[in-house]
């Protein structure tokens, strides 16, 4: 609820003694709009709305405030498409000299169609600025979805015009401007106030100049996806004046000039640095670059700069016009520069012409090839390859999400995410010296106890899903509780309030009573008393994830059948006694990355044992029965495991109809026959025996089967027909019990 008490005793009070901190206002219990949530706030206050959609258009009227969803764009947003007045159609407006401390955070902005104004030297009469709205005021916009707007002037998505608002990490697509700016428009002529766009994504929008972005003069933009948008004139991804254009990933974008980046409005000293500009197609001139002229004279700089497989060709210089290049990777070297007479084209050091070897993971299909030299697998000549003055900025071409260092590679690099916040033990499980040595936190032990039913095992290590695996060996009796690898100390490293345990698991069959009864992935009935259990029981005929650490006795389950024999598949158990990610639940199992269990109690209790047992097991014949791999513990309920999960990519995204298309597949089983399909009508359902999975397309069709390595990983090279362009496309790999993900895509 509100913690302000709207009464003129609460304003008195404010005006007597001042306030330092703001109060918070919820949305819709104190006011039923976020209209009248801002009009009651004052500077610093906190305006949170629950999740909905709410019909209204909203201006924030010069207030310091605060205006974020509770729960997320996803299931929280602002639809404009009713304006009380025509004239008023943006769903968001920024127009009373709000600062960067006036914040809009996790909307979905639908629906507008601009605020009605004249720019006596931008443009005539019309709406402008679709979703958001920001004339003369400079406001903080982030972790929004942008989206299904439109404008008859400039600036569908958002039009920022002489402000230095801060637009990151939003989502921007399916934005359309008559003129220019289907994503972002800006108009900022004072090069002390101008925007920064950091961090976002912008896709599928359309302009007549600028599909993505269409920037007037300065701006900086900065760590962006831009792909698939489309002008009808010049600078599919971006049209840009005098910017910073630097760490962005443009690919996929189509102009008539311009198809990656057009610099000329309507002055350009251009800087564009560090970034990767492929698969780009302007139907004219200038498939990467194309840089207009101008009475003055127009000055660009690229350095640090990948520009492959755009067409018609790569660069465009038009008369009138300067391009310093330099440490840049250009596919057909100063061949594929065309320049007209009366430009000028500085190429300078560092220059290269070779495959940048982009290599695709699950995070994204334009990471550079890195492969230790012991591998005698080439590494991209882009490494390491910057202007050695370029200072290096935080961000990975690396697929190990290790961060670049020495000198700065060529090309985008992506974020780097910390793999290993609120990780608190990785174990690999493939040796004793990995057992003894953890990849990250404590080490495990090997169980030294014994007496009665209680039996050391004897371990061995087998192929697993990344490299080996532990599994047990030897000769046990009926009623053998068998231990075999321990966390000692559990209580340092679980905490009863929240968590995660995740391994991969590997069975031969289910357990079955007095012959091999239990599996314990991660201690289980019959191990070592850690309060918690993830375990495979034939007692129950279940795979059950358990909370009880001294409390109530909480258990939820899965049928073991349902898992495919001698097949890897990922299992992991979260808890959050408050609620998983503000869900009501408080307990899942995930099998696959997918939920089959869950459970909402709350009373289990708080003291946490002395040790687990990992991978031991009941009975006589429990040797050989299931393994584990990879073992990780963190301290935070996990949901998503996309990192560890078998994946399809394709490179290029959209693909191009007469040249070769690459499919990848990770993190499948090793040397497993692994099945290429695809559909031309899109997502459906196809259940196919032999491999005891459903393929999630419509018709699917097979392309062709490949084994995959001693990885798990697999690639198909396949040319693409020159009659193919103008389709959609849809595609997904599968073994045998598991497919990847489907890649939606399109042929240009």
């Given at each position: 609820m509100?913690?302000r008490?709207?009464?003129?005793?609460?304003?008195?009070?404010l005006f007597?003694?001042?306030?330092?901190?703001?109060?918070?206002i919820?949305?819709p219990?104190?006011f039923?709009?976020i209209?009248?949530a801002?009009d009651?706030a004052?500077?610093?206050?906190?305006?949170?709305?629950?999740?909905g959609?709410?019909?209204?258009n909203?201006?924030?009227v010069?207030?310091?405030i605060?205006v974020?969803?509770e729960?997320?764009?996803?299931?929280?947003?602002?639809d404009g498409g009713?304006p009380?007045?025509?004239?008023?159609g943006?769903?968001v407006?920024?127009?009373?000299?709000e600062?960067?401390?006036?914040?809009?955070e996790?909307f979905?902005?639908?629906?507008?169609?601009?605020?009605?104004?004249?720019?006596?030297?931008?443009?005539?009469?019309?709406?402008?600025?679709?979703?958001?709205?920001?004339d003369?005021?400079s406001?903080?916009?982030?972790?929004n979805?942008?989206?299904?707007?439109?404008?008859?002037?400039?600036?569908a998505?958002?039009?920022?015009?002489?402000?230095?608002t801060?637009?990151?990490?939003?989502?921007?697509?399916?934005?359309?401007?008559t003129?220019y700016g289907?994503?972002?428009s800006?108009?900022?002529?004072?090069p002390?106030?101008y925007p920064?766009?950091?961090?976002?994504?912008?896709?599928?929008?359309t302009?007549?100049?600028?599909?993505?972005?269409?920037?007037g003069?300065?701006a900086?933009v900065?760590?962006n996806v831009?792909?698939?948008?489309s002008s009808s004139?010049?600078?599919?991804?971006?049209?840009?004046?005098?910017?910073?254009?630097k760490?962005?990933?443009?690919?996929?974008n189509s102009?008539a000039?311009?198809?990656?980046?057009?610099?000329?409005?309507?002055t350009?000293?251009?800087?564009?640095?560090?970034?990767?500009i492929?698969?780009?197609?302007?139907s004219?001139?200038?498939g990467?670059?194309?840089?207009?002229?101008?009475?003055?004279?127009?000055y660009?700089?690229?350095r640090?700069?990948?520009?492959w497989k755009?067409?018609p060709?790569?660069?465009?210089?038009?008369?009138?016009?300067?391009?310093d290049?330099s440490?840049?990777d250009?596919?057909?070297?100063q061949?594929s520069v065309?320049?007209?007479?009366?430009?000028t084209l500085?190429?300078?050091?560092g220059m290269?012409d070779?495959n940048?070897l982009f290599e695709s993971?699950?995070?994204g299909?334009?990471?550079?090839?890195q492969d230790p030299p012991?591998?005698g697998?080439?590494?991209?000549?882009c490494?390491?390859?910057g202007?050695?003055?370029?200072?290096m900025?935080?961000?990975?071409?690396?697929t190990?999400?290790?961060?670049?260092?020495?000198i700065?590679?060529m090309g985008?690099?992506?974020?780097v995410?910390?793999?290993?916040?609120?990780?608190?033990?990785?174990?690999?499980?493939?040796?004793d010296?990995?057992?003894?040595?953890?990849?990250?936190?404590?080490?495990?032990?090997?169980?030294?106890?014994g007496?009665?039913?209680?039996v050391?095992?004897?371990?061995?290590?087998?192929p697993?899903k990344?490299?080996?695996?532990?599994t047990?060996?030897?000769q046990?009796?009926?009623?053998?509780?068998?231990?075999?690898?321990v966390?000692n100390n559990?209580?340092?490293?679980i905490?009863?309030?929240?968590?995660?345990?995740?391994?991969?698991?590997?069975?031969?069959?289910?357990p079955v009573?007095?012959?091999?009864?239990e599996?314990r992935?991660?201690?289980g009935?019959?191990g070592?008393g850690?309060?918690?259990?993830?375990d495979v029981?034939a007692?129950?005929?279940?795979?059950?994830?358990?909370?009880?650490?001294?409390?109530?006795?909480?258990?939820?389950?899965?049928?073991?059948?349902?898992i495919p024999?001698?097949?890897?598949v990922?299992v992991a158990?979260s808890?959050?006694?408050n609620g998983i990610?503000?869900?009501q639940d408080?307990?899942r199992?995930?099998?696959?990355g997918?939920?089959?269990?869950?459970?909402n109690?709350t009373?289990?209790?708080t003291?946490v044992?002395s040790a687990a047992?990992?991978?031991?097991?009941?009975?006589q014949?429990?040797a050989?029965?299931?393994?584990?791999?990879e073992?990780?513990?963190w301290d935070?309920?996990?949901?998503d495991?996309?990192?560890d999960?078998f994946?399809?990519a394709?490179?290029?995204?959209?693909i191009?109809?007469?040249?070769n298309?690459?499919f990848?597949v990770?993190?499948?089983d090793p040397?497993?026959?692994?099945?290429?399909?695809?559909s031309?009508i899109?997502?459906?359902?196809?259940y196919v025996?032999?491999?005891?999975v459903t393929?999630?397309?419509?018709?699917?069709?097979?392309?062709?089967?490949?084994?995959?390595?001693?990885?798990?990983?697999?690639?198909?090279?396949?040319?693409?027909?020159?009659?193919a362009?103008?389709?959609?496309?849809w595609?997904?790999?599968?073994q045998?019990?598991?497919?990847t993900n489907?890649?939606?895509?399109?042929?240009l």
């Amino acid at each position: 609820m509100c913690t302000r008490i709207f009464s003129f005793g609460f304003f008195l009070f404010l005006f007597v003694f001042g306030m330092t901190q703001g109060a918070t206002i919820y949305v819709p219990d104190d006011f039923p709009t976020i209209q009248t949530a801002i009009d009651a706030a004052v500077d610093n206050d906190l305006v949170i709305v629950k999740p909905g959609t709410y019909l209204e258009n909203i201006d924030f009227v010069g207030k310091k405030i605060t205006v974020k969803s509770e729960a997320g764009p996803e299931v929280t947003t602002i639809d404009g498409g009713n304006p009380v007045s025509p004239d008023y159609g943006s769903v968001v407006r920024f127009n009373s000299g709000e600062t960067h401390d006036t914040r809009l955070e996790g909307f979905t902005i639908t629906n507008g169609y601009g605020t009605y104004k004249s720019y006596s030297t931008h443009g005539g009469p019309g709406h402008w600025g679709g979703g958001i709205f920001c004339d003369l005021a400079s406001p903080t916009i982030t972790g929004n979805i942008i989206t299904n707007n439109t404008a008859s002037q400039w600036g569908a998505g958002i039009w920022v015009y002489e402000s230095a608002t801060i637009i990151s990490d939003n989502d921007i697509y399916s934005n359309a401007a008559t003129h220019y700016g289907g994503g972002v428009s800006t108009m900022c002529t004072n090069p002390s106030i101008y925007p920064t766009m950091i961090n976002n994504t912008l896709y599928d929008n359309t302009a007549s100049y600028g599909g993505g972005i269409f920037n007037g003069d300065f701006a900086d933009v900065i760590g962006n996806v831009i792909y698939l948008n489309s002008s009808s004139s010049g600078g599919g991804g971006i049209n840009t004046g005098a910017s910073t254009i630097k760490n962005n990933l443009i690919t996929g974008n189509s102009a008539a000039i311009g198809g990656g980046i057009r610099c000329g409005s309507p002055t350009s000293s251009a800087i564009i640095e560090n970034n990767t500009i492929t698969g780009n197609t302007a139907s004219y001139k200038g498939g990467g670059i194309y840089v207009e002229g101008s009475v003055d004279i127009r000055y660009v700089v690229v350095r640090n700069t990948i520009l492959w497989k755009n067409t018609p060709d790569e660069i465009y210089i038009k008369a009138n016009s300067i391009l310093d290049i330099s440490y840049s990777d250009i596919d057909g070297g100063q061949s594929s520069v065309d320049i007209e007479p009366g430009a000028t084209l500085n190429w300078g050091f560092g220059m290269i012409d070779t495959n940048p070897l982009f290599e695709s993971v699950p995070e994204g299909d334009y990471y550079l090839k890195q492969d230790p030299p012991q591998t005698g697998e080439p590494t991209s000549h882009c490494v390491d390859a910057g202007d050695p003055q370029t200072a290096m900025f935080d961000g990975t071409t690396r697929t190990d999400h290790v961060q670049d260092t020495g000198i700065v590679d060529m090309g985008y690099h992506y974020p780097v995410e910390d793999l290993f916040q609120g990780l608190v033990l990785w174990n690999k499980l493939g040796s004793d010296n990995e057992v003894l040595n953890s990849a990250f936190g404590p080490n495990l032990e090997f169980y030294t106890g014994g007496g009665g039913f209680e039996v050391p095992g004897d371990r061995v290590y087998v192929p697993g899903k990344e490299g080996d695996s532990v599994t047990l060996k030897g000769q046990y009796s009926a009623l053998d509780r068998v231990h075999n690898l321990v966390l000692n100390n559990v209580s340092n490293y679980i905490d009863p309030e929240k968590g995660c345990v995740e391994v991969w698991y590997y069975q031969s069959g289910v357990p079955v009573a007095y012959s091999h009864g239990e599996y314990r992935l991660f201690d289980g009935s019959f191990g070592l008393g850690s309060g918690m259990f993830l375990d495979v029981a034939a007692s129950t005929n279940s795979m059950r994830f358990m909370l009880e650490f001294g409390g109530a006795h909480r258990k939820i389950e899965y049928d073991p059948s349902n898992i495919p024999n001698y097949h890897w598949v990922h299992v992991a158990a979260s808890w959050d006694r408050n609620g998983i990610e503000g869900s009501q639940d408080t307990m899942r199992l995930y099998v696959g990355g997918n939920i089959v269990a869950s459970a909402n109690w709350t009373d289990w209790g708080t003291a946490v044992g002395s040790a687990a047992d990992i991978c031991g097991g009941n009975d006589q014949n429990i040797a050989g029965k299931f393994r584990v791999d990879e073992l990780k513990i963190w301290d935070y309920a996990k949901t998503d495991f996309g990192l560890d999960l078998f994946t399809l990519a394709v490179t290029p995204n959209p693909i191009i109809a007469g040249a070769n298309a690459t499919f990848s597949v990770v993190n499948g089983d090793p040397m497993t026959p692994t099945y290429l399909v695809y559909s031309l009508i899109g997502l459906g359902s196809k259940y196919v025996p032999p491999l005891e999975v459903t393929i999630g397309l419509k018709n699917p069709v097979l392309i062709d089967m490949e084994m995959t390595d001693s990885t798990g990983m697999a690639d198909w090279i396949k040319h693409i027909p020159s009659y193919a362009g103008g389709y959609p496309v849809w595609f997904q790999a599968a073994q045998y019990g598991q497919v990847t993900n489907v890649v939606a895509t399109s042929i240009l």
